[in-house]
């Protein structure tokens, strides 16, 4: 059964950049589509998220991110990576990779349609 582990948190300044993994177990992660979704303090996760087809051939960011974000994928080691720049303090959250098999090509931004999910990474961002 596939399992999802996010790494790569962690406390930056206004400005910086990150990036974080998704790294995949007991499966191949290469026929799911996979999205991350950022949950903020006291607050339920986000319902839109920013996904990567199963082939990389279609990304679809949530419009809060556009345009700062970048969603890749490794095949060969099996993660998927968030590239973040730009950060702001807004950004800080616990973000979570998702994966689903049904969606592999369809790239789906919202949280329900995704079956497997990682346990998050923090990301905090403040000056």
């Not at 990150?18 to 290469?30: D, E, H």
């Not at 319902?47 to 969603?71: L, N, P």
């Not at 789906?108 to 905090?124: C, F, I, L, M």
């Given at each position: 059964q596939l399992q999802l582990v996010e790494s790569g948190g962690g406390l930056v300044q206004p400005g910086a950049s990150?990036?974080?993994?998704?790294?995949?177990?007991?499966?191949?992660?290469?026929p799911y589509a996979v999205a991350w979704f950022r949950q903020f303090a006291g607050k339920e996760r986000e319902?839109?998220?920013?996904?990567?087809?199963?082939?990389?051939?279609?990304?679809?960011?949530?419009?809060?991110?556009?345009?700062?974000?970048?969603?890749s994928r490794d095949h060969s080691k099996n993660i998927v990576y968030l590239e973040m720049d730009n950060l702001t303090p807004e950004d800080t959250?616990?973000?979570?990779?998702?994966?689903?098999?049904?969606?592999?090509?369809?790239?789906?931004?919202?949280?329900?349609?995704?079956?497997?999910?990682?346990?998050?990474?923090?990301?905090?961002?403040?000056?």
């Open positions: 990150l990036r974080l993994s998704c790294t995949a177990s007991g499966s191949t992660l290469n319902r839109e998220g920013s996904c990567i087809t199963s082939k990389a051939d279609f990304i679809d960011y949530a419009d809060s991110v556009k345009g700062r974000f970048t969603v959250a616990t973000y979570f990779c998702a994966a689903d098999l049904r969606a592999g090509e369809r790239c789906p931004r919202w949280a329900r349609a995704y079956d497997y999910w990682g346990q998050g990474t923090e990301v905090t961002v403040s000056s």
